[in-house]
């Protein structure tokens, strides 16, 4: 079955850092576009990061510089450590694949979610 | 940044009518526009690509249209288990995706 599993959400305080994952079955993460995708409380899907097949990484401006997109080839797994977090980075966290050969890039399959409360 | 608008907000539907949701790209992303629906509690599920092209397992009620910087997302016959809010994307210029802010449509 292909699917996606997160975990690694919590409570952090601001100014800490957390480290999320993304655990790959029925396909190969470094083989495809793997996204992060968040969620404030009440409110719309944002893009956060990306991370090519090549390994070339890209984030939103808000998360620039904070956030380190990463992946584990032998354990199949993609990862977000978060470093600095703000108050405003509370959300649902979700990894996605960003399908590339037949849509060009929507994003098809999606974990579960994990939650991020930034509070002191 | 391409900003997508979509509308309305909210949308109330009989059961058995037709839903028509709305969205628009701030300039042309081609045809490179998805639709998700989330329900509460769950993760985004993508219904649509290419703007037209229904993702496997999607029921042929749903269906979407459009190009360039208008289109729309047609629920053909309202179930209850539609019930949800409906996100469109834009992936034309990557790596920065854009979303809508979303259409929730509950039953009338």
């Known amino acids: 079955e292909v699917q996606l599993v997160e975990s690694g959400g919590g409570l952090v305080q601001p100014g800490g850092s957390l480290r999320l994952s993304c655990v790959a079955s029925?396909?190969?993460?470094?083989?495809?576009?793997m996204t992060w995708v968040r969620q404030a409380p009440g409110k719309g899907l944002e893009w956060v990061s990306i991370?090519?097949?090549?390994?070339?990484?890209y984030y939103a401006d808000s998360v620039q510089g904070r956030f380190t997109i990463s992946r584990d080839n032998s354990k199949n797994t993609l990862y977000l450590q978060m470093n600095s977090v703000r108050v405003e980075d509370t959300a649902v966290y979700y990894c996605?694949?960003?399908?590339?050969?037949?849509?060009?890039?929507?994003?098809?399959?999606w974990g579960q979610g994990a939650t991020v409360t930034v509070s002191s | 940044e391409i900003v997508m608008t979509q509308s309305p907000a909210s949308l109330s539907v009989s059961p058995g009518e037709r839903a028509t949701l709305s969205c628009r790209a701030s300039?042309?992303?081609?045809?490179?526009l998805a639709w998700y629906q989330q329900k509460p509690g769950q993760a985004p599920r993508l219904l649509i690509y290419?703007?037209?092209t229904r993702a496997t397992g999607i029921p042929a009620r749903f269906s979407g249209g459009g190009s360039g910087t208008e289109f729309t997302l047609t629920i053909s016959s309202l179930q209850s288990e539609d019930i949800a809010v409906y996100y469109c994307?834009?992936?034309?210029?990557?790596?920065?995706?854009?979303f809508g802010p979303g259409t929730k449509v509950h039953i009338k």
């Open positions: 994307h834009q992936y034309n210029y990557w790596p920065q995706f854009t």
């Open positions: 290419y703007a037209s």
């Open positions: 996605a694949r960003t399908e590339y050969s037949t849509s060009s890039g929507a994003f098809d399959i």
């Open positions: 029925g396909f190969t993460v470094s083989d495809n576009y």
């Open positions: 991370i090519y097949t090549g390994g070339n990484t």
């Open positions: 300039q042309s992303v081609n045809n490179n």
